[in-house]
């Protein structure tokens, strides 16, 4: 169902693939979005501070990896400025590290690309009601938190063994399987095994998935048990 400008907000899209940045603009323009589009990080933080107030209600869709800076850096250059947004990051190269750090940094959501679209809309309202959850205060938007969301979370987690929580642990903050494998003293093949077990008891589709439930410390829309 197509959505007015009114209601859907405004979206500001950091990418430096021209073919995506057209798609992903057309897209969300045919759901009412106003979109604003920028080959560079550069660019759009010269535009954000020259307008604060008039990008004030924008949402900011950053790729991660970009030639001049980072999306993580645009973040942060952003937030010397002053101009707190909801961001949505997007890779091509599925770095968890990348994306531990991102919702920490207060992301709200962190897509992989190629992703579907209805993630993307969901990613993008999400966002937009953490921006109108935090005004009229300056602080950093955050995710709405849902008791029952936190609740079921509590739930899958209690459901592993205590190696597989070890496993999550270090999974979730970066390390590769060898890497985990060493620390714990196992084989990479037996983290393989702990990793299968771990996305279906937490029921996580991606790895990414899992690492945002995680940040949150609660399940994600759409996914109940």
């Known amino acids: 169902m197509s959505l007015t400008p009114e209601t859907a907000g405004r979206v500001c899209l950091v990418d430096d693939d021209e073919e995506f940045r057209q798609s992903a603009a057309w897209w969300l323009e045919s759901l009412g979005y106003e979109v604003r589009t920028f080959a560079g990080p550069n660019a759009c933080l010269d535009e954000l501070a020259a307008e604060p107030e008039a990008a004030d209600s924008a949402c900011l869709l950053l790729d991660v990896r970009m030639p001049e800076m980072s999306g993580l850096q645009l973040l942060d250059a952003l937030r010397d400025r002053g101009l707190d947004r909801p961001v949505i990051f997007m890779t091509g190269h599925g770095d ?10 207060g992301a ?9 679209e209805a993630a993307l809309e969901e990613a993008l309202a999400s966002a937009l009601e953490a921006r109108e959850a935090a005004a009229p205060a300056a602080s950093t938007p955050q995710p709405v938190r849902n008791a029952a969301a936190m ?9 592993l063994t205590p190696r597989e ?4 642990e270090l999974v979730v903050g970066g390390d590769v399987n060898k890497v985990v494998a060493y620390k714990l003293g196992i084989s990479p093949k037996t983290v393989e095994l702990h990793r299968s077990r771990i996305m279906a008891k937490m029921q996580a589709a991606t790895l990414t998935q899992l690492v945002r439930m995680s940040i949150h410390g609660e399940v994600e829309a759409g996914r109940p048990s």
């Open 151 to 159: 609740a079921e979370y509590g739930r899958r987690l209690s459901s």
């Open 96 to 105: 968890v590290p990348l994306a531990v750090q991102a919702m920490r940094k």
């Open 165 to 168: 929580r070890e496993v999550m």
């Open 108 to 116: 709200v959501s962190f897509l992989e690309k190629p992703f579907q």
